[in-house]
């Protein structure tokens, strides 16, 4: 069960920095995943009246607060017009619209959960966390990070060229991914993110040009073949290494032709 | 510490502790309409408006809700007994014990959505569990309904 001692609605970024460098106190993003912990928490420090629940955009990038919601992520009609609709499908069997109400990008990422499917749809797109302290870091070096007292301020994903497609694979609707992955070709490259392994989702760049002379049946699957030898597959209830690692290879076969096969 | 909340259309002020959940704060003030199912922020049974969007209120803390505007099935008994009076003559649940969440997310979904489509019907909905009806009686009574009230 979770407690909490006292709650504070902060006014500054500076206020939240503060407080969050005591170990007992906890920012309460959506609380969701927090609840289900058994936790005592000194404060509670709620960042929802900083105005952080937004999603610009300029012509170069888009800016995410940490507050914005799944729900947000889901409807925004420019990022998902930029991603092919990938963000909605990435986010849209998360349990339900109630919950994606609340839910927010900031608990997600700075959570590095190794079912999420947030992080391994924004690990393959060009994505920076923008901290508090420590300023803007890709999001693939975030996701590799321990989890330490700075703040996520912002998501940042700059525009590039992009196609994109979503996948996952859920034993039932609304539950977590048996897998996800989201391959993209982000400014010529292509890359592949796969999460729910279940560790926190990887992305695996195209270094050998395996799709750089077309995609076809044959280059996709050993794009596929060729991203999951790179990462490491776990069992748990929801499926063992070997079904994952069997998954891994046909969802990002199927995404890579859903990008554009031919 | 103290906050306030439009419940329904009407101002309340309370003394809360601070990790009290919405979903008590709301039974404490009269709404005993908002359930808890599952505990686990995945059933739906809890879901009440806030400032206008569904938010399950057993995840939500009533802190946060200060200065916000709750609607629960009591401040709806208008469109909640339109819609629940069609769903009960459809004969579309069996025990009921969903119905609360459902019909306010069936609410929700309607202000947003005037005429989904079977598949946003589906994806809407996809978070209130019924474990009697196998959703085929409540899928049934909404697109009934929402051709009724076409019909009008």
């Known amino acids: ?262 | 510490m103290n906050i306030q909340v439009k419940i329904n259309g009407k101002n309340v002020k309370s003394e809360i502790d601070a990790d009290l959940l919405l979903i008590d704060y709301l039974r404490d003030n009269g709404c005993l309409s908002v359930k808890r199912g599952c505990e686990t922020s995945n059933c739906g049974l809890c879901t009440v408006l806030m400032n206008g969007k569904p938010v399950l209120s057993c995840s939500v803390l009533a802190a946060r809700a200060d200065g916000s505007e709750i609607y629960t099935l009591e401040g709806l008994q208008k469109e909640a007994e339109e819609f629940g009076t069609f769903v009960a003559n459809q004969g579309a649940e069996q025990c009921g014990f969903c119905n609360p969440g459902f019909i306010m997310n069936v609410i929700a979904m309607l202000r947003e959505n005037e005429n989904p489509t079977d598949d946003e019907i589906k994806e809407y909905l996809a978070g209130n569990l019924c474990r009697c009806s196998g959703y085929e009686g409540q899928f049934r009574a909404i697109k009934n309904f929402l051709a009724q009230r076409g019909a009008k």
């Open chain 1, 1 to 262: 069960m979770l407690t909490i001692n006292e709650y504070v609605k902060v006014k500054s970024l500076e206020e939240a920095y503060e407080l969050n460098q005591k170990k007992t106190n906890r920012i309460i993003g959506g609380m969701l995943w927090l609840k289900m912990s058994t936790l005592r928490v000194q404060t509670a420090i709620d960042m929802s009246g900083l105005s952080l629940d937004n999603i610009e955009e300029t012509d170069e990038e888009f800016k995410i607060g940490a507050m914005t919601t799944l729900r947000q992520l889901e409807t925004n009609e420019s990022l998902n017009n930029y991603t092919n609709g990938a963000i909605r499908e990435s986010v849209r069997h998360i349990v339900g619209v109630q919950f994606r109400n609340s839910a927010t990008i900031g608990g997600s990422i700075y959570g590095r959960y190794g079912f999420s499917d947030v992080l391994t749809m924004f690990l393959a797109l060009d994505s920076y966390v923008e901290l508090y302290k420590g300023g803007i870091v890709p999001l693939s070096e975030f996701a590799k990070m321990k989890a330490d007292r700075d703040i996520i301020v912002n998501i940042i994903v700059k525009k590039k060229p992009l196609k994109c497609v979503y996948m996952s694979e859920r034993i039932s609707k609304t539950d977590f991914p048996v897998l996800a992955v989201c391959v993209s070709e982000c400014d010529g490259k292509f890359i592949a993110s796969v999460g729910a392994r279940p560790a926190r989702a990887e992305a695996i760049t195209d270094c050998e040009g395996i799709l750089s002379n077309g995609i076809n049946a044959e280059s996709a699957e050993k794009f596929g073949k060729y991203v999951t030898e790179k990462l490491n597959f776990n069992s748990n209830m929801r499926g063992s290494a070997e079904y994952r690692e069997h998954l891994s290879k046909v969802l990002v076969k199927r995404a890579v032709m859903a990008l554009g096969g031919k």
